[in-house]
T-cell receptor, first 113, second 117 residues
Framework: GESVGLHLPTLSVQEGDNSIINCAYSNSASDYFIWYKQESGKGPQFIIDIRSNMDKRQGQRVTVLLNKTVKHLSLQIAATQPGDSAVYFCAEMAGGGADGLTFGKGTHLIIQP | DTGVSQNPRHKITKRGQNVTFRCDPISEHNRLYWYRQTLGQGPEFLTYFQNEAQLEKSRLLSDRFSAERPKGSFSTLEIQRTEQGDSAMYLC???????????????FGPGTRLTVL
């Protein structure tokens, strides 16, 4: 079946460095994408979203890039901080949202001091 | 606190028992979703409500699972005759408008962790 996946299960970066988390999706009908952050024992926390008619969107210290040609999504986090340590999921949705979000398996971001 | 709330946070039950979880969405949100998350995996969609109408159910939602949202506000998820494979985190999310529009992002609650012995 079609699903969203992430390239790396774990990513380790130095505090203060920039990090890039990648995601590949396979459903060409997906028109809405979200990045979530999940800390241990908590529900996913919304970070940033992007629609399929956009290729870049920026938030506070985060940027999401969408490449529909190769079905690739990435999350860039600038100047990583210890509080950025978490599991990051990309998720996609097609149509009106009745089928909910389809999540990948997640990338565990580890910030080293 | 104006976020999504879920109760209980933890539930331990014996196989074969029935359990019920409650979700209170953000008050002005008309869309409500239930997901299940097992260790090391991303959440998996179970079902979706728009106001009080249950509009979609995943194949994951067996006939032992039932969800309601009687007044279009809070929702309950019941699992009958629980099995060990039902052990997971059950997450609820709500959103306000059509996906892709500003304000349409899904906000998740803290989840209910179910352990079936």
């Amino acid at each position: 079946g079609e699903s969203v996946g992430l390239h790396l299960p774990t990513l380790s970066v130095q505090e203060g460095d920039n990090s890039i988390i990648n995601c590949a999706y396979s459903n060409s009908a997906s028109d809405y994408f979200i990045w979530y952050k999940q800390e241990s024992g908590k529900g996913p926390q919304f970070i940033i979203d992007i629609r399929s008619n956009m290729d870049k969107r920026q938030g506070q210290r985060v940027t999401v890039l969408l490449n529909k040609t190769v079905k690739h999504l990435s999350l860039q986090i600038a100047a990583t901080q210890p509080g950025d340590s978490a599991v990051y999921f990309c998720a996609e949705m097609a149509g009106g949202g009745a089928d909910g979000l389809t999540f990948g398996k997640g990338t565990h971001l580890i910030i080293q001091p | 606190d104006t976020g999504v709330s879920q109760n209980p946070r933890h539930k331990i039950t014996k196989r074969g028992q029935n359990v019920t979880f409650r979700c209170d969405p953000i008050s002005e949100h008309n869309r409500l979703y239930w997901y299940r998350q097992t260790l090391g995996q991303g959440p998996e969609f179970l079902t979706y409500f728009q106001n009080e109408a249950q509009l979609e159910k995943s194949r994951l939602l067996s006939d032992r699972f039932s969800a309601e949202r009687p007044k279009g506000s809070f929702s309950t998820l019941e699992i009958q005759r629980t099995e060990q494979g039902d052990s997971a985190m059950y997450l609820c999310a709500s959103s306000g408008t059509y996906p892709g529009l500003a304000g349409a992002e899904q906000f998740f609650g803290p989840g209910t962790r179910l352990t079936v012995l």
